[in-house]
């Protein structure tokens, strides 16, 4: 799906599977805090290797092997700084639909 048409269909889910691996950081940025702002009500899931990802999640799932073929998907604590700036957004967002 084009930007564009995410942002009018606004769906529950996103999932962005290696979504900016040809991307600088700075358009990477760009990219999230546009979805951040536009699509406030969606569960954002990104799938990839680079550790700037970290920064636009407020948790992290690893896929473990559990020897048998079969995955168990684990939460990853965070340190408290990665994630921060949308912690806190997440609760100023949750506190609006509350009040």
């Known amino acids: 799906m084009t930007e564009n048409a995410l942002y ?3 769906p529950e889910w996103l ?3 290696e979504a900016t691996p040809a991307l600088g ?3 990477e940025a760009r990219l999230y805090h546009l979805t951040r702002e536009r699509l406030t009500d ?3 899931f990104s799938v990839g ?3 700037t990802l970290r920064r636009f999640h407020v ?3 690893n896929a473990e ?3 048998d073929g079969v995955a168990s998907i684990v939460e990853v604590p965070f340190a408290i700084e990665v994630g921060s ?3 806190s957004r997440l609760g100023d967002e949750r506190a609006k639909k509350r009040g």
């Open 42 to 44: 969606t569960t954002l």
């Open 85 to 87: 700036e949308y912690r």
């Open 65 to 67: 092997p559990a020897g």
């Open 59 to 61: 948790r992290r799932l």
């Open 8 to 10: 009018v269909a606004r």
């Open 49 to 51: 290797h680079r550790t």
């Open 15 to 17: 999932f962005l599977d």
């Open 25 to 27: 950081e700075a358009p």
